[in-house]
């Protein structure tokens, strides 16, 4: 039975994939009942390339945060594992950045939520988050965008709250998501589920870096 379900999929895929190349440019718009998923594809070129890079891109906007089976590219199917396997790098102004960033505020509650986590009866997550980001800096003797910020729990959801709000990369990975801000301040989240992570500099980030 596994092996039935196996071979189907690949079949659903084989064939969404030759569906999009017999159709050439398309304009597609996915949107969920909880509306947090809602993407736009528009005018993918004939070139099979450029449709898979594309596919996989609304994959990961579409899983970020997954909460329910409206998920319009669910992770079985095209888009789905295939879009798991690399990661995309969105910057403010171009395709799919609004929709990546508007899934990540619906969700700063519960990423400020879990960062209240207690790492140690002495300190929580955010707060030590701050201290580990100062204290790498300091032991390399490298400047951190989070110099001068006093490490408390206090200033880690104040950070968490600015960086989102003033993002202007995000860049999805399988596992973890970055939200940068101009100021080189980073905030590192779980893509499945959202949860606090740490904190990131930007100035670290190759894919940022190298553009």
């Known amino acids: 039975m596994r092996k039935f379900f196996e071979t189907l999929k690949h079949k659903i895929v084989l064939m969404s994939m030759l569906l999009v190349s017999l159709l050439g440019a398309i304009t597609t ?12 594809a528009n005018q993918i070129v004939v070139n099979p390339n450029n ?21 319009p590219f669910p992770t079985q199917g095209a888009g789905g594992e295939t879009g798991k396997l690399t990661h995309v790098v969105l910057k403010k102004g171009e395709k799919l950045f609004g929709e990546a960033l508007s899934k990540i505020i619906t969700k700063t509650d519960d990423i400020i939520q879990t960062s209240r ?13 701050i201290q580990k980001k100062i204290g790498h800096a ?19 959801e104040q950070l968490i709250y600015n960086i989102i709000n003033n993002a202007d990369a995000v860049i999805i990975r399988s596992k973890r998501t ?22 990131v500099e930007r100035n670290l980030e190759k894919e940022l870096v190298k553009q």
């Open 178 to 199: 970055m939200i940068y801000n101009s100021n080189g301040q980073g905030l590192s989240v779980n893509t499945k589920t959202g949860k606090f992570i740490g904190f």
């Open 29 to 40: 718009r996915l949107t969920t009942c909880t509306g947090q998923a809602g993407l736009v």
């Open 51 to 71: 449709q898979i890079v594309a596919m996989e891109t609304a994959s990961f906007v579409a899983n970020l945060f997954y909460e329910g089976a409206d998920d």
């Open 138 to 156: 300091e032991s390399v003797n490298a400047k951190s965008a989070f110099k001068n910020i006093k490490y408390s729990q206090e200033n880690a």
């Open 117 to 129: 986590k207690w790492s140690s009866p002495q300190i929580q997550e955010g707060a030590r988050a």
